[in-house]
C-alpha cells in the first residue's frame, strides 16, 4: 500500500525559530523556551499563522517530554493519563493542546492544580479569543502570545519557499507567475496553510508547465476568515457600529460587507442596526428605527442573496442620518435613578379609582384630563414628588430633535407660568 504524502503545509512546516515568519512575539517566547525560561502560554491567532509550528519547534527541542492533545477528539480521560505521570517523570511534561477552547469548564478546571503548582507546561492553541473560551482561573495563569494574521508578503515569501525548496513542488517542474503568487497570497487572508493548500492544488490539477492568473480563477475564491461566535465576530460588528455613529458611510458598507461575505448571520447584523437606530440616532430621525425594520423584513421576504441590498440601504441611511445619543443617555439616567430612589409610590392624583374605598381615600383626586383641559393639565406634577425636579430625556439639537427640545421647552415654560396645587414649584 503507497504511503500517503503529508499536505505541503505539513511539509512546509517551520523546524527552527529563525524559519518562522512574521510573528515576532512568538519567537522571541520560543528562544526564551529554548534557553530553558519555560512558561506555561496561550496561542491565540486565526488560522495558518503559526500556533501549531511553534508547537512542533518545541516538540524539536524536547522530544522526551512533550506530548500533544487534540481538545477535538480527546477527552479527561487523555487529560488524566497525561497529568498523572508529572510527579514520577525527571522531566517536566510539556503539554500541547490544540484547539483548547473545545474543552468545557470540567475539562479546563482539570488542568488548573498541574498549571498552579509548576507539574506540568501547558501550551494551548486557539482561534477564538481566550477571554471569552478559557476559564478565568486557568487564563490568569497563562502568559497569552498573540498571533496576526500574515502580511501578504510574508505568505508570498512563503510560498516562494515552497517552489524552491520542497522536493515534490521540485519535481512538478510548475513555474508560477508573479502574479499568480501574488493573487494565491491575496486570496489566503493571512492563512499560510490556505495559501499553500491552493498552491499544491494548483500544482497538482492544473496540467500546465506555466500556471498564470487565468488557471487560477476556479481555485481561488476562498471564503473569508470569519468566527461567527468568538473575536473575529465582536471586531466586526463593533467596527460597523463605530462607523455607522461617526457617520461614515463607505466604512459602514465595508465593514457590513465583510461580515457579509464571511457568512455572518444576516439577522444577527439586523438586530445590531435596530439597536443603533435608537442608540446612536433616536429622536433626531425617528424613521431610521422604521427603516431598519423595513430592512429586516425585506430580507425575511426575500432571503440571501437579494435580500443583502436591504441592509446596504439600511447601512448608509443610518450612516447619514443625524445622530444623537439622547435616548440612550436617557435610559442610562432612569436606571440609575431607580436604583437611587427606589420606588417611590404614585401621586395620588395619577392613580384609578375603580372603587368607593379608593376615590374616599383620595386616588384620582385633582386630576385633570389633559384632551379637555391642556393648559389645566399643566398645573399637575406626573412625578412622585420626591423627585419631582429630575430631568431624563434632554434632547439635542439634531434632525427632528431639535423640534422636540422645542416642544419640551414651550410646555416647561407654559408650566411655570401656572403654579398649580400639585405641581412642585422652587
Not at 75 to 82: N, P
Not at 183 to 207: F, K, P, V, W
Amino acid at each position: 500500500m503507497e504511503k500517503q504524502v503529508p499536505p505541503l503545509a505539513y511539509r512546509l512546516r517551520p523546524v527552527t525559530v529563525d524559519e518562522l515568519i512574521g510573528q515576532e512575539e512568538a519567537a522571541v517566547f520560543i528562544r526564551n523556551f529554548i534557553e530553558g525560561k519555560k512558561a506555561s502560554a496561550m496561542l491565540w491567532g486565526p488560522p495558518g499563522t503559526g500556533k501549531s509550528s511553534v508547537a512542533g519547534i518545541i516538540e524539536q527541542h524536547h522530544p522526551d517530554s512533550y506530548y500533544a492533545i487534540s481538545a477535538v477528539t480527546s477527552g479527561i480521560q487523555e487529560i488524566r493519563k497525561v497529568t498523572g505521570q508529572a510527579g514520577s517523570k525527571q522531566l517536566t511534561p510539556i503539554v500541547f493542546i490544540d484547539e483548547i477552547h473545545r474543552f468545557n469548564k470540567v475539562q479546563q478546571d482539570s488542568l488548573l492544580p498541574f498549571v498552579e503548582n509548576g507539574s506540568i507546561i501547558l501550551i494551548g492553541a486557539t482561534t477564538e479569543n481566550p477571554s471569552f473560551s478559557v476559564t478565568s482561573p486557568l487564563l490568569s495563569r497563562l502568559r497569552v502570545i498573540v498571533f496576526k494574521a500574515l502580511e501578504s508578503g510574508d505568505i508570498e515569501n512563503i510560498l516562494l519557499r515552497a517552489i524552491a525548496f520542497d522536493p515534490l513542488m521540485i519535481s512538478l517542474q510548475k513555474t508560477f507567475t508573479d502574479e499568480c503568487i501574488h493573487t494565491i497570497a491575496q486570496s489566503a487572508h493571512g492563512d499560510a496553510r490556505a495559501a499553500l493548500n491552493l498552491l499544491e492544488l494548483a500544482a497538482t490539477t492544473i496540467d500546465k508547465d506555466i500556471i498564470d492568473l487565468s488557471d487560477l480563477q476556479s481555485l481561488a475564491d476562498r471564503p473569508l476568515y470569519h468566527d461567527r461566535s468568538g473575536e473575529n465576530h465582536y471586531d466586526l460588528i463593533s467596527a460597523f457600529h463605530k462607523s455607522v455613529r461617526a457617520g461614515d458611510a463607505d466604512a459602514s458598507v465595508y465593514w457590513l460587507g465583510r461580515m457579509l461575505e464571511g457568512g455572518e448571520d444576516r439577522l444577527f447584523i439586523l438586530r445590531r442596526m435596530i439597536r443603533i437606530a435608537s442608540e446612536d440616532i433616536g429622536m433626531a430621525e425617528p424613521n431610521a428605527l422604521r427603516l431598519v425594520i423595513s430592512a429586516r423584513d425585506a430580507f425575511t421576504a426575500v432571503g440571501s442573496p437579494e435580500g443583502e441590498l436591504a441592509l446596504y440601504q439600511a447601512a448608509v441611511y443610518l450612516a447619514c442620518a443625524p445622530k444623537s445619543n439622547a435616548l440612550y443617555l436617557t435610559e442610562k439616567r432612569v436606571r440609575e435613578l431607580i436604583k437611587k430612589t427606589g420606588t417611590p409610590g404614585v401621586p395620588l392624583h395619577l392613580r384609578n379609582a375603580p372603587t368607593r374605598l379608593m376615590r374616599d381615600l383620595g386616588y384620582a383626586k385633582g386630576y385633570i384630563y389633559a384632551h379637555d383641559d391642556p393648559q389645566g393639565s399643566l398645573d399637575l406634577n406626573y412625578m412622585p414628588e420626591s423627585i419631582a425636579d429630575e430631568r431624563l430625556y434632554i434632547p439635542k439639537g439634531e434632525g427632528f430633535e431639535k423640534r422636540i427640545k422645542e416642544i419640551m421647552n414651550a410646555r416647561k415654560k407654559a408650566a411655570g407660568n401656572r403654579p398649580g396645587p400639585y405641581r412642585k414649584t422652587s
